[in-house]
């Protein structure tokens, strides 16, 4: 993995510059290309074909196409037979020269042909175009600032930031992250002027007339063959092409059926032990070692555990917060950040992680309510009633019922419920300005397929994304989600719905199709956990008060528009004294206050000057705020 750098001018010293702040993501080589149009920079993690026929930027015989590029393309392998027949010659073993060919044999279209994870750019000098792009799903980050006619786009949106241009927080992205728990559902970004190049889209810049364009390439295709062995087979075969590496590979994993079903494939496909990576919580009520431990008797692994502490956080949280950009909704992100550290630390440089299953097989119990709604709309009633009683039965909470009545509301009442539980800490007034009145996009009455659409491709999946790339690449790591193998997901996208909740239970078709490759002890589990943090109590540990306390208590936090400090300040007082448990809301308090102060104040008010003097469980894309669970508001 690669972190790519470029604007459109000629600035030999900026564009190294960039490349330095990317420098981890690649660490292995730096390459620069100018000419009196373009300035473009890459930062090499070597993966494939570790010798120098890998530098970038890579072009051309003629030089008149120069790529950088992010990713990695698994069927290059039979791309490049095929582009060797046609005639294109080729001086590497890569797959980035075959993203430059294919570009020759068939223009814009040729990310129609690949299978796989990328961000790249093109400079085509016969067009005068920068062409920008990104994968089906947006596995791989790519950030652009375009204004004053001119472009400029990274992997990082810091490395956008070493130019004069104006940026300043994203009121909007704020107030959503604050009120519901969103972030990366959109194109925009925290910073106001940066934007993402949209998953499934190519950005071209004509640099003739300063101006560009933003084109889809990809509908997921309706396939009509899928069932338990397309599943099984597409899965399998989507391992195979993500151990295709010259370097080792291994896995994290936490104990889940996901994880746990790429572990047992992979013990299949590699004739040699590999190592597995995880996070424990000892005396944790969803610690997941036993998972962990299960998974490794069964398989040739090498396990390597690692633990959330005090001092560590206290140590890196203001590394955390640059390395992720833009602020997250929860300790677990920290923990992955923490699990990809231990990986560093044993040299590991490809892992495998099971991003993608929940939302492409319907793995969270919140997706029952769209379900009931699916059944609903559709005049099943008998199936429904039947659902509601398993789902009551196998799950023994409301949620997933009172969501479903909450959808049914009409409109406005809809929007007086939200205004009603909306936390009385957070500045309403501010919210309704900045948000327009818009409520959560996952209010709306949806189907099962619709609702697992949105989390794919807004909701949930993106942001998933954004902190895996940024936790694995900190620590110069390539992370590969088999899971969001195009052809996996569009056969999972392809199924009904009641091949993916039945009888009370979610992923059903996925279980049945890995069951004979996993422990019974993984095989009958009901629960879904992940990087599980304790975080109600880790807001509760003496350092850690300390801490947060000299940021909720600092004159820079009570000033925020985004909220009423009185309110902040009861909610806090009545967590430490174990009324309520908000750990999550602090999480983000403290998350926001020090991403504001990294990236928009001055060098003596950020977070290392605070920790050096001393001063200082929710489902990923779940709805929060529909039903107030556990006083968690």
Known sequence: MCGINGFSW?????????????????????????????????????????????????????????LVYNGEIYNFQSLRADLIEKGHLFKSNTDTEVIIHAYEEYGLDCVKKFNGMWAFSLFDLKNNTIVLGRDQFGIKPLYYYADDGKIIFSSMISALLC????????????????????????????????NKVPQDSLLIYDLSKKQYRLHKWYSPAKRKE????????????????????????????????????????????????????????????????????????????????TQISEDNFLKEFRDFVLSQEEPVTGLSPYAQYSVMKLAHQHKAKVLLDGQGGDEIFAGYSYYFAYYFYELLRGGNFLTLGREMRKYRKNFKDLYSLKMFGFLLLPEFLKYR???????????????MEKCDGEMDPRWRRMTLPEGLSLTLYSTAIPHLLRWEDKNSMRWSIESRPPFLDVNLVEAAMSLPSDKKIAHGRTKVIFVDAVKDCLPAMIRDRTDKVGFAAPTDEF???????????????????????????EEVENHYTRHLQGTINI???????????????????????????????????????MPVGVIPAKSSL
Not at 594 to 604: G, N, Q, T, Y
């Open 417 to 431: 419920f939200w205004k009603i539980i909306t936390p009385s800490w957070i500045n309403h007034e501010y919210l």
């Open 539 to 565: 807001f509760r540990k003496e350092e850690i008060i300390d801490f947060c306390k000299g940021i909720i208590y600092s004159d820079s936090f009570k000033s925020r528009p985004y909220w009423n400090w």
């Open 163 to 194: 130019h004069t241009i104006q940026v300043s927080p994203h009121e909007r992205a704020i107030m959503e992250y604050l009120a519901h728990n969103l972030e990366d559902h959109t194109d925009y970004t925290f910073f106001t002027g940066v």
């Open 583 to 621: 750990g999550d809301t602090i999480w983000k308090w403290i998350n926001l206050e020090i991403w504001l102060r990294e990236f928009f104040s001055e060098p003596a008010q950020k977070t290392g000057d605070i920790i050096s003097n001393g001063s200082v469980e929710a489902q990923p894309g």
């Open 226 to 305: 899928a069932d338990i062995q397309t599943i099984r087979e597409s899965f399998v075969e989507s391992i195979r092409l993500r151990t295709i590496a010259d370097v080792p590979i291994g896995s994290c994993l936490s104990g889940g059926i996901d994880s746990s079903a790429i572990v047992s494939i992979l013990n299949t496909l590699l004739s040699d032990r590999f190592n597995t990576f995880s996070l424990v919580v000892p005396g944790f009520s969803l610690d997941e070692s036993k998972y962990i431990l299960e998974v490794g008797k069964n398989n040739n692994v090498q396990q390597y555990f």
């Open 10 to 66: 000629e600035d030999f010293s900026l564009i190294t510059e960039m490349n330095q702040i990317t420098k981890y993501r690649g660490p292995d080589d730096q390459g620069v290309y100018c000419d009196h149009s373009v300035s473009l920079g890459h930062a090499r993690l070597s993966i494939i074909d570790l010798s120098e026929h890998g530098h970038q930027p890579m072009s051309n015989e003629d030089q008149s196409v120069w």
